[in-house]
């Protein structure tokens, strides 16, 4: 559903994504793993046409998004890190033109309407401004907004953050469900915990190269950990932060 061949972005001298294969299958949730700086979110902007790769193609769906970007976008949903609302439209306002950009018709419209907004706990707040809601429930919207043209993908960068433990049980519900039917999930994410639970597999990057793919337990056996080592340990090894723990000074010796 998702093929990256030699994706590459240069700003300069300075490669940020270098040479990046990826494949993610349909139905597969995708838990994509770095540091900051790592190369993710430039990544991600990428596979969504926001920024033009200095090398390689992106093929969504079996489109490629050079040649074709409407066809490769009309399958995709997409959450950025900083989510942005129109603050000026209701809830029910903003779902309805996140619909009609993907021309989704009356009677679909109002149903997903409608079921998005008692699925995301806004249902109350669908006559109120956005400029009302609080930081969770704009992220609500947002994420109810790419879910209204019925997405084949949904790409979403940090998902959780911000979100209070109620919000993020609900998307890894939703994210689950969409999986099981067929959707495939690319999520970055800087929470390990949710993606041990979530993701089919997992891809690290650093330094804008992909230096580990596959399950949880297929990274242990990569990083030579233990079956039941912990996916931050395995994280931390893969990308040598474990060394940067080592040389920090204990507690004790901080300056007060």
Known sequence: MIELSE??????????????????????IFGFLGPNGAGKTTTIRMMMGLLQPSAGSVHLGGFDLHREPLQAKALCGFVPDRPHV???????????????????????????????????DLAEWRAELAESYSHGMKQRL???????????????????????????????????????DGATVFMSTHSLEVADELCDRIGIILKGHLIALGSVDELRSQAGRAHDSTLESVFLHLTGAELDFADAPAAANLPT
């Open 86 to 120: 129109y603050e000026k439209l209701t809830g029910a306002e903003y779902l309805d033109f996140t619909a009609d950009l993907y021309a989704v018709d009356a009677a679909a419209k109002l149903r997903r309407r409608e079921r998005l907004l008692e699925l995301f």
């Open 142 to 180: 947002v994420m109810a907004g790419a879910l209204m043209h019925a997405p084949r993908i949904l790409i979403v960068d940090e998902p959780t953050v911000g979100m209070d433990p109620r919000g993020a049980r609900l998307l890894k519900r939703i994210f689950r469900a969409l999986a099981a």
């Open 7 to 28: 994706l590459t972005k240069c700003y300069g001298t300075t490669t940020a994504v270098d040479q990046l294969n990826l494949s993610v299958r349909s139905g597969e």
